[in-house]
């Protein structure tokens, strides 16, 4: 296929799991702030995790009405809702031969809805923004799933989604790790265990959980899950064995392998390997900064192997 | 002026039957809410046409009528035989006046025509096309005026647009009314992708051995008809490429895929020449494909429509087409042409300044429907300052009269009233002559307006032919 539309695959289904990661985001935001207490600041840490903190660098205390200025209908801003839908639409649109109409429809339903909305009805109606925009995101995904030949164009755009879904869990992780929790507070207490299970309902992962540990909410348990587990769809393990899955069905259609095929497997074996204790122990930020690092290493292999 | 549907004497035209009883049983106003309906699933769709850089929605739907304009077998038989023959004759005018130019040394166009025009480009002299086509798919707009006198406005022979409306109109109709086409005989449009995929392989390159490769080359998202570029490469099966996924190696032309370069023989191209080849036309301009226009020199690869093609559809060689057809074909026109005044000639021009009030005038180069002067609609004003435009530069202008153009019920203004079409079918060219039935119907929405084109408010409807 056209290296230009594999690269715009790639890149709408990474915009897509990204509008949809900020719209996860804003919403595990608003359930934090639900908790009272003295000093909070759970918006910055939503910011830190959509890698938008620099915005609000001036600001005492991020309001969610900033946040909805920001993150959910500013079009400049690269992390914001509005400007990923857009990008995804473009991407998409620039491909239209290579998907098909009820994908492109997904993108298509209502794209103009977010450059409508005032700020003041945007504030009032984040609910149900929030659930349009993961809506959005799951009909793109259930056409494509349904829709979709499953050759190269189809590997491209779910090499993308996984690569951007494995980045969403990640940073989660590393925010939830270092900046949630006021000093005053101490780990393990109410405060901590609602922002953890608060992470697990911004991956959807409470009831899959629950199923898992049963009532127990300690972070290792959930770092473990998130990261870990093999049957979990957003954890790190998961993405990274489903990315290297296409990867190694484009080698097997181009009858070629590459560099990034060799990146992939490398995560995948490390992370088959690791114990959460060890991981502890070296440090829950060092290894998700180097995941980080892994994944845009990867990223850039991808463009390299094929030529995009 | 003529009523499609209700003929001259009133009494309903046959191939209008069903139409006019499905009017009846629907009634007015539940037309009107299936209006709605049918915007609603174009604008989920995308069907639109981008206008940037004018304020308002940049992704327009363009409006679409939901009454259709018919046409009987017997009608459009003539139809046919008439645009095939124009199709015809306009391609041998293209392979001549880039070769020996006979019809000029005959005297029959004037040579000025041609190698002044602005489209006409020397670096194609001399070059042979594959089977002697220059305009693949010819786009020639048609008036009715009477029950039967059918007049051709202008010849589209670069990149006639359109066809895509054609083919989601009519999806729509079979969607929303599928009982209309259950009761009624009306002869689908559907295979115009194939058919096109198929002149386009016949057009491969001498250099093309197996299976050609066609692609469709766009300038980009931005364009205008950029939606019809997508429909056209998704339905027949072939990439959409931009000029940045192709390049010149080895005497072939190339396209960046995942696996490497692969090889390109058909570009279907819906840009200007200007943007095709930076080496050969314009250096300033970024977009294009170096080198292409030596490749197609040298047969490695077919570009559709052929560079040049544009010398063929200017307004002012359009009034020598019938002298083409006679010239060429050895035949007389099927299709009338209206009758036309070139300013360009002394005569003519004064006859055309004593009547600007009466004319429609229109610039040589102009598409779109910009810069007319509609002389019955015009104020004394506007009149004396088309006058002097025209004083200027006589041979920038030809002038019509203004034509009755005959009027389609439409739903418009809140009810069903009468208001004016035209037609634009496309004919293929290929080995093979091909056309679909029918064409695009555009309307001109507004009240008394007879400017159809989607840029001045024009909307679209579905256009039939009946079977036997």
Same mark, same amino acid.
């Given at each position: +296929?056209?290296?230009?539309?594999?690269?715009?695959?790639?890149?709408?289904?990474?915009?897509?799991?990204?509008?949809?990661?900020?719209?996860?985001?804003?919403?595990?935001?608003?359930?934090?702030?639900?908790?009272?207490?003295?000093?909070?600041?759970?918006?910055?840490?939503?910011?830190?995790v959509?890698?938008?903190?620099?915005?609000?660098?001036?600001?005492?205390?991020?309001?969610?009405?900033?946040?909805?200025?920001?993150?959910?209908?500013?079009?400049?801003?690269?992390?914001?809702?509005? *400007?990923?839908?857009?990008?995804?639409?473009?991407?998409?649109?620039?491909?239209?031969?290579?998907?098909?109409?009820? +994908?492109?429809?997904?993108?298509?339903?209502?794209?103009?809805?977010?450059?409508?909305?005032?700020?003041?009805?945007?504030?009032?109606?984040?609910?149900?923004?929030?659930?349009?925009?993961?809506?959005?995101?799951? @009909?793109?995904?259930?056409?494509?799933?349904?829709?979709?030949?499953?050759?190269?164009?189809?590997?491209?755009?779910?090499? $993308?989604?996984?690569?951007?879904r494995s980045e969403l869990t990640l940073r989660l992780l590393d925010?939830?790790?270092?900046?949630?929790?006021?000093?005053?507070?101490? @780990? $393990?207490?109410?405060?901590?265990?609602?922002?953890?299970?608060?992470?697990?309902?911004?991956?959807?992962?409470?009831?899959?959980?629950?199923?898992?540990?049963? $009532?127990?909410?300690?972070?290792?348990?959930?770092?473990?899950?998130l990261i870990?587990?093999?049957?979990?769809?957003?954890?790190v393990?998961?993405c990274?064995?489903?990315?290297?899955?296409?990867?190694?069905?484009?080698?097997?259609?181009?009858?070629?392998?590459?560099?990034?095929?060799?990146?992939?497997?490398?995560?995948?074996?490390?992370?088959?390997?690791?114990?959460?204790?060890?991981?502890?122990?070296?440090?829950?930020?060092?290894f998700t900064t180097?995941a980080l690092?892994h994944n845009?290493?990867?990223?850039?292999?991808?463009?390299?192997? *094929?030529?995009? | 002026?003529?009523?499609?549907?209700?003929?001259?004497?009133?009494?309903?035209?046959?191939?209008?039957?069903?139409?006019?009883?499905?009017?009846?049983?629907?009634?007015?106003?539940?037309?009107?809410?299936?209006?709605?309906?049918?915007?609603?699933?174009?604008?989920?769709?995308?069907?639109?046409?981008?206008?940037?850089?004018?304020?308002?929605?940049?992704?327009?739907?363009?409006?679409?009528?939901?009454?259709?304009?018919?046409?009987?077998?017997?009608?459009? /038989?003539?139809?046919?035989?008439?645009?095939?023959?124009?199709?015809?004759?306009?391609?041998?005018?293209?392979?001549?006046?880039?070769?020996?130019?006979?019809?000029?040394?005959?005297?029959?166009?004037?040579?000025?025509?041609?190698?002044?025009?602005?489209?006409?480009?020397?670096?194609?002299?001399?070059?042979?096309?594959?089977?002697?086509?220059?305009?693949?798919?010819?786009?020639?707009?048609?008036? /009715?005026?009477?029950?039967?006198?059918?007049?051709?406005?202008?010849?589209?022979? /670069?990149?006639?647009?359109?066809?895509?409306?054609?083919?989601?109109?009519?999806?729509?109709?079979? /969607?929303?009314?599928?009982?209309?086409?259950?009761?009624?005989?009306?002869?689908?449009?559907?295979?115009?992708?194939?058919?096109?995929?198929?002149?386009?392989?016949?057009?491969?390159?001498?250099?093309?051995?197996?299976?050609?490769?066609?692609?469709?080359?766009?300038?980009?998202?931005?364009?205008?008809?950029?939606?019809?570029?997508?429909?056209?490469?998704?339905?027949?099966?072939?990439?959409?490429?931009?000029?940045?996924?192709?390049?010149?190696?080895?005497?072939?032309?190339?396209?960046?895929?995942?696996?490497?370069?692969?090889?390109?023989?058909?570009?279907?191209?819906?840009?200007?020449?200007?943007?095709?080849?930076?080496?050969?036309?314009?250096?300033?301009?970024?977009?294009?494909?170096?080198?292409?226009?030596?490749?197609?020199?040298?047969?490695?690869?077919?570009?559709?429509?052929?560079?040049?093609?544009?010398?063929?559809?200017?307004?002012?060689?359009?009034?020598?087409?019938?002298?083409?057809?006679?010239?060429?074909?050895?035949?007389?026109?099927?299709?009338?042409?209206?009758?036309?005044?070139?300013?360009?000639?002394?005569?003519?021009?004064?006859?055309?300044?004593?009547?600007?009030?009466?004319?429609?005038?229109?610039?040589?180069?102009?598409?779109?429907?910009?810069?007319?002067?509609?002389?019955?609609?015009?104020?004394?004003?506007?009149?004396?300052?088309?006058?002097?435009?025209?004083?200027?530069?006589?041979?920038?202008?030809?002038?019509?009269?203004?034509?009755?153009?005959?009027?389609?019920?439409?739903?418009?203004?809140?009810?069903?009233?009468?208001?004016?079409?035209?037609?634009?079918?496309?004919?293929?060219?290929?080995?093979?002559?091909?056309?679909?039935?029918?064409?695009?119907?555009?309307?001109?929405?507004?009240?008394?307006?007879?400017?159809?084109?989607?840029?001045?408010?024009?909307?679209?409807?579905?256009?039939?032919?009946?079977?036997?």
């Amino acid at each position: +296929m056209l290296s230009r539309a594999a690269e715009n695959l790639f890149w709408t289904a990474r915009y897509l799991e990204r509008a949809e990661a900020a719209a996860r985001l804003i919403e595990m935001g608003q359930r934090m702030t639900l908790i009272p207490g003295p000093g909070r600041d759970e918006w910055r840490s939503v910011a830190a995790v959509a890698g938008a903190a620099h915005l609000f660098e001036d600001e005492e205390r991020i309001t969610e009405a900033r946040i909805v200025e920001k993150l959910v209908l500013c079009p400049e801003t690269p992390a914001s809702i509005r *400007y990923c839908l857009n990008r995804a639409r473009e991407n998409a649109r620039a491909v239209r031969t290579a998907i098909t109409a009820e +994908m492109w429809e997904a993108l298509n339903d209502g794209w103009r809805r977010l450059e409508m909305a005032d700020p003041g009805a945007a504030n009032r109606e984040l609910p149900a923004i929030i659930d349009w925009v993961k809506t959005r995101a799951a @009909v793109f995904r259930g056409a494509s799933e349904t829709s979709m030949l499953r050759t190269d164009g189809y590997y491209f755009l779910r090499i $993308g989604g996984l690569l951007e879904r494995s980045e969403l869990t990640l940073r989660l992780l590393d925010v939830k790790y270092y900046v949630l929790l006021p000093e005053t507070e101490t @780990v $393990g207490g109410g405060r901590d265990h609602h922002q953890w299970t608060s992470v697990l309902h911004a991956t959807s992962a409470s009831r899959a959980y629950h199923h898992v540990y049963r $009532g127990d909410f300690s972070p290792w348990k959930i770092t473990d899950f998130l990261i870990l587990n093999q049957r979990f769809p957003r954890s790190v393990a998961y993405c990274y064995n489903e990315l290297s899955r296409y990867l190694g069905l484009l080698a097997l259609a181009y009858g070629r392998r590459d560099h990034c095929h060799m990146l992939a497997g490398e995560m995948v074996a490390r992370l088959a390997d690791v114990e959460m204790g060890e991981l502890f122990q070296t440090g829950l930020h060092e290894f998700t900064t180097e995941a980080l690092q892994h994944n845009a290493r990867l990223s850039a292999a991808i463009s390299r192997a *094929y030529h995009f | 002026m003529f009523n499609e549907m209700s003929g001259e004497d009133g009494v309903t035209r046959s191939a209008y039957e069903g139409v006019a009883r499905w009017i009846d049983e629907t009634g007015v106003d539940a037309l009107l809410l299936k209006t709605e309906e049918a915007e609603a699933i174009f604008r989920r769709i995308g069907i639109t046409f981008a206008v940037y850089g004018e304020g308002g929605d940049p992704e327009r739907l363009i409006p679409f009528d939901l009454i259709p304009r018919v046409f009987d077998a017997h009608e459009w /038989r003539r139809l046919d035989r008439g645009i095939k023959q124009r199709a015809r004759a306009l391609n041998a005018f293209l392979w001549d006046v880039y070769h020996r130019g006979e019809i000029l040394k005959a005297g029959i166009v004037p040579e000025r025509l041609v190698y002044q025009n602005a489209a006409f480009l020397p670096e194609m002299i001399g070059v042979d096309p594959p089977g002697r086509v220059y305009s693949h798919i010819v786009g020639i707009d048609i008036v /009715r005026t009477g029950e039967n006198s059918f007049q051709v406005l202008e010849d589209n022979c /670069r990149t006639p647009s359109g066809v895509s409306y054609k083919l989601e109109t009519r999806a729509i109709m079979m /969607r929303m009314f599928p009982e209309l086409f259950q009761s009624l005989s009306i002869q689908p449009v559907d295979d115009y992708p194939d058919l096109l995929r198929k002149t386009l392989e016949e057009v491969a390159p001498p250099a093309c051995k197996g299976d050609p490769t066609v692609v469709i080359m766009t300038p980009g998202s931005l364009n205008s008809a950029y939606y019809e570029h997508s429909f056209l490469a998704d339905r027949m099966g072939v990439d959409l490429v931009e000029p940045q996924d192709l390049f010149v190696d080895e005497g072939r032309v190339w396209m960046r895929t995942t696996q490497g370069p692969k090889r390109v023989d058909v570009i279907y191209r819906r840009i200007d020449d200007d943007f095709l080849d930076p080496i050969t036309f314009r250096a300033d301009s970024v977009l294009g494909v170096p080198g292409l226009m030596q490749v197609y020199r040298t047969g490695g690869v077919t570009i559709c429509s052929a560079p040049g093609a544009g010398v063929a559809d200017d307004k002012a060689v359009y009034c020598y087409v019938p002298e083409m057809i006679r010239f060429y074909l050895g035949e007389t026109a099927i299709l009338e042409n209206v009758p036309t005044w070139r300013c360009s000639e002394p005569d003519e021009l004064s006859h055309v300044l004593a009547n600007l009030g009466d004319m429609v005038v229109k610039e040589v180069h102009g598409s779109g429907g910009y810069g007319m002067l509609i002389g019955p609609k015009a104020t004394a004003e506007e009149i004396e300052a088309y006058a002097s435009r025209i004083r200027a530069e006589p041979a920038d202008f030809i002038a019509q009269p203004t034509l009755e153009l005959s009027a389609s019920p439409s739903l418009a203004g809140g009810g069903i009233a009468a208001r004016h079409v035209d037609l634009r079918p496309y004919c293929m060219v290929g080995a093979d002559m091909r056309l679909a039935p029918g064409g695009l119907t555009r309307v001109a929405l507004r009240e008394g307006s007879l400017v159809v084109n989607s840029s001045q408010g024009g909307g679209v409807k579905d256009t039939w032919v009946l079977s036997e």
